[in-house]
């Protein structure tokens, strides 16, 4: 930390990037980022993410005009790059497709992903981290940041989304010591869990009860998979808390190949090495990966033969 303490002493004008499709965390760093940096003043900041935050989160994450949706402002000259949660260069969510814009600008580099290839002219990556929403955290505290209650929200979701809501294994003490601090800031923990599992809308629950139904299993019940073919539903989930099952994989059709969503129960028997050997990464728990040019069919043995190994290590 101490390296991106330095690094941004340096610079006057920041812009934060986070990774493309966007999960709960990277919401939370950028937006409650942006606004510790914003509420201070040391710093003028600015954010960009290609799409929207969806609106069933407009609640707990109402729009910033400091967040760029799209296109960037032109006028904006920065001198440093925030990339948030984001564990290669190739998955930020640039202003434009061609990454060619924030490979010019020095970069930061704040993650918790294990596989990180730290391609930062500084990087802070803390594995231990249940969430890079506490790395941010803990910048906040050093550099004397007040913690505001929006920006408490945003790193309180970042932080609940990515341990399930304190279901995963990966939710430590440190994790329920950090969501307890965000709430005494301000923090609205209780519209977070409202949000995120009393408003399901209709159309997803169905889906989830369509994956269940056309759910299929191997290894006598401790892997099950199932095919996704609707766009945009990210979160869906083939439960891994159907017992016995050890490891859990979505598998959505893409134009030119297939992507892999995998959730495991443990650390015992870890996704990632799946999802690398997939060509993709993630962590122990949660990773996924995409393969062109295969069929479904082809992607499914791939998968059986890929947890194969997994289960006889
Ligand atoms: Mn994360």
């Given at each position: 930390m101490d390296a991106v303490l330095d690094w941004m002493h340096g610079r006057s004008s920041l812009l934060l990037l986070t990774h493309t499709r966007p999960d709960g965390d990277a919401f939370g760093t950028l937006i409650g980022l942006l606004r510790l940096l914003n509420a201070d003043g040391r710093w003028e900041a600015s954010a960009y993410m290609s799409t929207p935050v969806p609106e069933r989160y407009n609640a707990i994450l109402p729009h910033d005009t400091s967040l760029a949706i799209g296109k960037l402002p032109e006028q904006r000259r920065h001198d440093g790059i925030v990339c948030l949660d984001t564990a290669r260069a190739d998955r930020i969510d640039a202003p434009n497709s061609t990454h060619t814009m924030p490979l010019r600008i020095e970069q930061c580099n704040i993650d918790h992903h294990p596989d990180n290839s730290l391609y930062g002219a500084v990087n802070w990556i803390n594995p231990e981290s249940t969430a890079t929403?506490?790395?941010?955290?803990?910048?906040?505290?050093?550099?004397?940041?007040?913690?505001?209650?929006?920006?408490?929200?945003?790193l309180l979701f970042g932080l609940v989304t990515?341990?399930?809501?304190?279901?995963?294994?990966?939710?430590?003490?440190?994790?329920?010591?950090?969501?307890?601090?965000?709430?005494?800031c301000g923090g609205a923990y209780h519209a977070i869990v409202d949000t995120l599992h009393?408003?399901?809308p209709y159309g997803r629950l169905l889906i989830q009860s369509k994956l269940l139904e056309t759910?299929?299993?191997?290894?006598?019940?401790?892997?099950?998979?199932?095919?996704?073919?609707?766009?945009?539903?990210q979160g869906a989930d083939v439960s891994r808390s159907i017992d016995g099952v050890e490891i859990a994989c979505l598998l959505q059709p893409e134009d030119d190949g297939v992507r892999f969503s995998l959730r495991a129960r443990s650390a015992r028997?870890?996704?990632?090495?799946?999802?690398?050997?997939?060509?993709?990464?993630?962590?122990?728990?949660?990773?996924?990966?995409?393969?062109?040019?295969?069929?479904?069919?082809e992607a499914r043995e791939r998968l059986v033969a890929l947890t194969r190994k997994v289960f006889a290590s």
């Amino acid at each position: 930390m101490d390296a991106v303490l330095d690094w941004m002493h340096g610079r006057s004008s920041l812009l934060l990037l986070t990774h493309t499709r966007p999960d709960g965390d990277a919401f939370g760093t950028l937006i409650g980022l942006l606004r510790l940096l914003n509420a201070d003043g040391r710093w003028e900041a600015s954010a960009y993410m290609s799409t929207p935050v969806p609106e069933r989160y407009n609640a707990i994450l109402p729009h910033d005009t400091s967040l760029a949706i799209g296109k960037l402002p032109e006028q904006r000259r920065h001198d440093g790059i925030v990339c948030l949660d984001t564990a290669r260069a190739d998955r930020i969510d640039a202003p434009n497709s061609t990454h060619t814009m924030p490979l010019r600008i020095e970069q930061c580099n704040i993650d918790h992903h294990p596989d990180n290839s730290l391609y930062g002219a500084v990087n802070w990556i803390n594995p231990e981290s249940t969430a890079t929403a506490q790395m941010i955290l803990r910048l906040a505290d050093s550099l004397n940041l007040a913690m505001v209650p929006e920006a408490a929200t945003a790193l309180l979701f970042g932080l609940v989304t990515d341990c399930g809501t304190f279901r995963f294994q990966n939710t430590s003490p440190q994790a329920l010591r950090d969501a307890a601090r965000l709430i005494e800031c301000g923090g609205a923990y209780h519209a977070i869990v409202d949000t995120l599992h009393f408003r399901q809308p209709y159309g997803r629950l169905l889906i989830q009860s369509k994956l269940l139904e056309t759910a299929d299993f191997a290894y006598n019940g401790r892997l099950v998979y199932s095919v996704l073919r609707e766009e945009d539903l990210q979160g869906a989930d083939v439960s891994r808390s159907i017992d016995g099952v050890e490891i859990a994989c979505l598998l959505q059709p893409e134009d030119d190949g297939v992507r892999f969503s995998l959730r495991a129960r443990s650390a015992r028997y870890s996704v990632g090495p799946i999802a690398r050997e997939l060509g993709g990464g993630g962590h122990q728990l949660a990773a996924g990966a995409r393969l062109r040019g295969v069929t479904v069919a082809e992607a499914r043995e791939r998968l059986v033969a890929l947890t194969r190994k997994v289960f006889a290590s």
